[in-house]
């Protein structure tokens, strides 16, 4: 059996999925630590997710979709800071060293790594349960970060499109469609396993945004994060939630909706906007290839900086008050 | 049960745990992404270890133990480059929220943490089965960075006393010391769950180092590391090796040695000095409350940057070239 050294050398640094020693680089892979430098005027943004196998993806699944998922809801986070990627860690554990099986995971990595030039800089691999820990690291301006914190009552909600596809091929992975077509499946695949980080979006939009989120736990958990955060509360309309057309199609629009809210995985973004900055951020969003859409506003804080859904006549139809939203695990019980 | 959010920000935040915001942290715990400031005449040095149950430690060892180690042998990948621990982030997975469990936990970190000034910064915690992968980052000047390939044919080989604790620990976990008296089985417990990362003795040796590693897989195979980074061999006196008293009294010299050499987890410093450094190092060094000793030195490589070891006559016992070295899981077979 190959030794740990062996391993991690064949499969990751000859892959080409190293990050190159340069300006920003300056020791990869190989010494006790990585080392980087940051630009006087920029600061360091990183942050870690764990996923552990049959919590957050089949462990039967692909391992080059494992590693696509882990990245990409990695990078995901960069995007929610308008952090622009520069390298990653990983910190991979594995029932057995299997070379195939490492190999497309490292092919997985590296075609999401090559996507956002985003390269491996270090990390750890262990025996045990597959599980995947990788911490990204990118680089943001100096005043340019979208944080949960700066929403004020008036600003308007927008989120990239769309809502609630990775929701339904975890219905789909449990058989829960029926028949599904092979171009659908395709689709709900890559919304569960290769969501993609909205990182020139949030790049594009950073300098107009007052606040920011990824949605990882859901709609109204995550718009919740930025209202508990900012102080305030926020009421969606539900008629513009930009639902994606394949969970309307199977579950129909009112209950696509409502699991849609409240399941995670879509890793779009949520931005508020201040009125005054909204015609330079249309201004912007315009020229993207994505679609961000505007589904509510900021409003003055109630007691539990709850988030409230309104109908197209403006009736109050639910709210977090009552208790909804949170993360749906893979394991969970619908 | 408490919530995912609930949880982390009971156990840890709320612990004191938390890095407060200052001219390095500009956002902890709480966001997307944390952000840190890195000075312009500094690098920011990072390292990532796993410790999985029951391959790195016994799942039923006390939290704060698994705590203390998690922490502990990713600071002694910053002492190994002379960085000065900055934060560092979780990735947790535990089979259950135990309450008492997570306190403890954080209680072993908070301990370690505040002895080393590196708070938590962010991460992530999933259910799973119990895992700990932590990320430290840390601070290094320009230019003072320890690295594996600086060593040069000629440079003598140190390193912090003393080897073999760490191996005689496991050996009493499995039951096979015999009766060990209570202060001997504090030794050796501190020795595995809370080894002391030399960080104070890198700090202050680094400027005349010429390269350097912590042993965790073993003094051979570190040395081995840093033989083929620097494309040379080395000579070990074993005469020379600060072997544990109490690995001497349970095994004898011999075997003491013997299993010493090869055993890891003891994260003490190897450091490599030139000659022309060597009088400023040693002043230096006996400044420090740590002992440092030499062992050895490098020589012209061999083809297989083996390491050689010596006896007090100068005549060579074993080789690497012959095979030796490499770490030893705790679910290994001795």
Known sequence: MLSEFDIIRTCFEQQGLAATPGDSVIRGIGDDCALIKVPANKMLAFSMDTLVADIH????????????RALAVNLSDLAATAAKPLVFTLGLTIPEASQPWLEAFAAGLK???TEFNCYLIGGDMSRGPLTVTIQVQGLVDDGLAILRDGARPGDRVYMTESLGCAALALLMFKGKLGNVLPQEREIMNNAFYKPEPRIGVALALARFVSAGIDISDGLLADLGHICEQSKCSARLNLSRIP???????????????????????????????????EPLFLEAAGMLPEKVVCIGEITEPDAAHAVSCVDESGKVVSSTLTGSGGYMHFQGDD
């Open 57 to 68: 993806f089949p462990a039967a699944a692909a391992p080059e979709l494992i590693a696509s």
């Open 111 to 113: 075609a999401m790594a």
């Open 243 to 277: 639902l994606h057309p394949l969970m309307e199609k199977y579950l129909g629009r009112e209950a696509g909706l409502t699991k849609a809210l409240s399941a995670g995985d879509d890793y779009e973004l949520i931005l508020t906007v201040s009125a005054a900055n």
